[in-house]
């Protein structure tokens, strides 16, 4: 074997011009330094993660409490901790990119074409794949077991090999930053450009392999949480009366079920047309590039009501415990949820109208898309009755709720524009679309997404987060958004082209100075919600909510202790009606000890998921490469923990009755002995998380 | 009041007390979900594969490479493997010992495996033909679908084998059992993608 063959097999096509720093030392332009930058923040990042976890002997917890730990409520604070990592990295290079175009009219800038493509590639492959799926995973996670009066999901080993292969995805997209180059064709990856012909480099396999890898984890978790919700539910929890963001979370799942498959199908088809010299994709030789187009959009606008749901149902649990009052028009609402679910595989044309189909096709695509409206419509008007006359306190997700209903409507209302054909024919591929969707997600997603986060935080951790410091995020992520993205409706109407590196009219100059300080806004937005974190960890002994329900709410999971005990309830609740634990308390039947309690059963800490995710990770690096051995490598590491698992018999533990009933009978005391607050003081440290009822008449 | 007796759709296994019913259900409704996700990738294969009809590209078409005799008799021993595994899960429903479930599994897998012998048999063949999956977007359509189908089958062949050891090591137990529900469910839907396969590729290619 020669040198070269040797090198070869054993590293691929890895070679020094791979690592940013290299690359940067032999052309030391602002560009190269960024990225090398980028890559040595991955590097130090790792070594200091590294270093504080020995420093603080955090090995062994991180290993045997969390990273192997099956309990739903550890595996969604993960995602939800892999959420906030991705999207520090694509709100930066949002930034980043905010930055070269305000400075990039008639002049170079900062970044070249290629360094720009890679940043709105990585940034939308990240705010979908790594920031929102893992974080309305994560709390579907958290919240449903907890909703439904479950112990755990309906399958807590796949649960956590889901999560495992989420995390290896965005391992690999960090990996990107410090060793080779990420993809330059965007988060949707069009083929032909992204094929062998034009793209022979890695970028476009590491966009593959980490979509594929997520996407797999995605379809797992769309099945389990389907099994939970329709086989898990305590007894008397008909599906009508679940919490509202359990239906969003079904029909979340049920989507996840039927729209992830044509993305994995997208990417591993166009994997063989790079690998293997297929023609799916390709120009020549019959292959029809038609059909990526159609295969990822079939996915992509599902995809969307994937990401917009949960938030819908955040916010139905947000609005009406924070009005003290039952959701108005619950069946509407499930309804709507549903109708949206079904609609959502009926629109996908509308991403490419300007793609040659006739005139009749795009017609019925755009009435499709506007009847979607209709449902939304219903649910913003059920969440304004919910408040309507309601007892409403505006804490930090209250606000962002509010901002999300105005912000949403503007969002949806640009939407029903796109969707006209002829309208779409003018805007399409400026950056009118790239405001669009952005004010459709940013509040539909995000707000919601950091509204269900401090709701559900003080249930999570036992204390409740800072609200000072909450509503001052909140401050920033409203004038952040409307400051970043209204500008781009009035440049995308004066016609710039979305993508754009370099831009050639001064007269966009104003309106990309305003974008540039909304990006540092939002900015800010993400650095007070870390500040806010931390201030709330630093002062967490006054803010203790351990009876566990601060904000006076409905559903069960503020029936339980907070932080809930592993098994979440002691007992497995009895539900006759929708809000069964503010009934309860209206009927002051709630902190009841059992008559009698009995040992629970649950799984054991499993290795099997790490593993899966880090081989999951390994095979898809040695496939970026071509390095076959690491690939094989990784598949069997994939498939041998596997097999080797199902061999295994002593998968639970058992706790004792017991125990059971002294953890009940000690939070049953403290729940005795604590005062009441009213609504007023909910806020404050004298919230230890005991409501005081607040005065409605109990039906008959 | 009697437990109902349906407890989950597909087979039941009445008398096997071991096994908590609820877990069984569960277990089993999964595996229908991620069937279903599986059905969708297949619908999809077929998908492009009918858009690609046509894109031959000069390269072997549909009528020059199909022949109805080798397909015929794969689906001959597939739909026979599919007998063999509902044998075994009836075998393993009211049979006392675990001979005939083994037997039965073992006839399945030798039948998988020369499925699949046929199946290679006849790639060999047109591959020597020069209908290789870089000559034509048709071409490539064919080889995406048909050989995930095969490796599906591949991944039960190796699935029995596994199926085959846990019950060397612990007999007929309740995860035996459940996962060879499991199994069932797999290989009989194999069966019907390949009932499609059959119709829509080799017999709608060497009819037209």
Redo the contacts between chains.
Sequence with gaps: MSDDGLWFFLFGRLNAHAFPFVRAWENPNLSELIGAFAGALVVVGAVVLVALLTWKQWWRPLFLDWVTSLDHKKIGIMYIVIAGVMLSRALVEAVLMRAQQSLAVDAPGIVTPEHFAQLFSTHGTIMIFFMAMPFLTGLINYVVPLQIGARDV??PL?NSISLMLTAGGAGLVMISLAVGEFSTGGWSGYPPYTGKVFQPGVGPDYWIWAITLSSLGT?FS???F??TI???RCPGMHLTRMPLFCWTALCTSILM??A???L??ATT?LA??RY?????F?N?????MM?YVN?FW?FGHPEVYILILPAFGVYSEVISAFSSKELYGYKSLAAATMVIGVLSFTVWLHHFFTMGQSADVNAFFGVATMTIAIPTGVKIYDWIWTMFRGEVRFTAPMLFSLAFIVTFVLGGLSGILLAIPPIDFVVHNTVFLVAHFHNVLIPGLLYGMIAGYMYWFPKAFGFRLSEIWGRISFGFWVSGFYLAFMPLYVLGLGGMARRSQALFEPDYRPWLFVAIVGAFLLLAGLVTLFVQLWVSVRDREANRVPVGDPWDARSLEWSVSAPPPEYNFATIPQVDRLDPFYWLKERKEAYKPADHYQAIVMPKNSWVGPLVGLAGAVCAFGLVWHIWWLTILGFIGVWAPV?AR??V?DVHRTISASEVEATDRRWLDLARTTRPVPRELETEPANLGLARPFPTQVPS | MSAPQLQHVGLNLLDSDEMDP?EA???L??FW??L???A??FA??FA?YG??LS???G?PGPAAEFKLGPAFIETLILLTSSLTFGLASISMKYDRGWIGVVAWLLLTLVLGIVFLGFELSDFRTMFADGAT?????????F??LVPTHGLHVTAGCIWIV?ML??IA??GL?A?VKL?LLKLGLFWHFLDIIWIAIFSVVYLQGALT
């Design positions: 309906a399958f796949l379809t769309g099945l389990n389907a099994a329709y086989k898990k079920i039927f992830m498959p044509p994995t199908l088809l063989l047309d293997l010299d297929f023609h799916f390709t020549d030789l019959g292959g029809n059909n295969l079939l097999v199902s061999f018999r | 609820g259900a569960i277990g409704y999964g979900i991620f279903m996700s599986d969708i990738l999809l294969l492009i858009t690609q894109a031959t590209a390269a999956p870089n000559r034509s977007g048709f071409l490539s359509a080889f995406a596994v050891a846990q090591v612990f137990d995860r996962n």
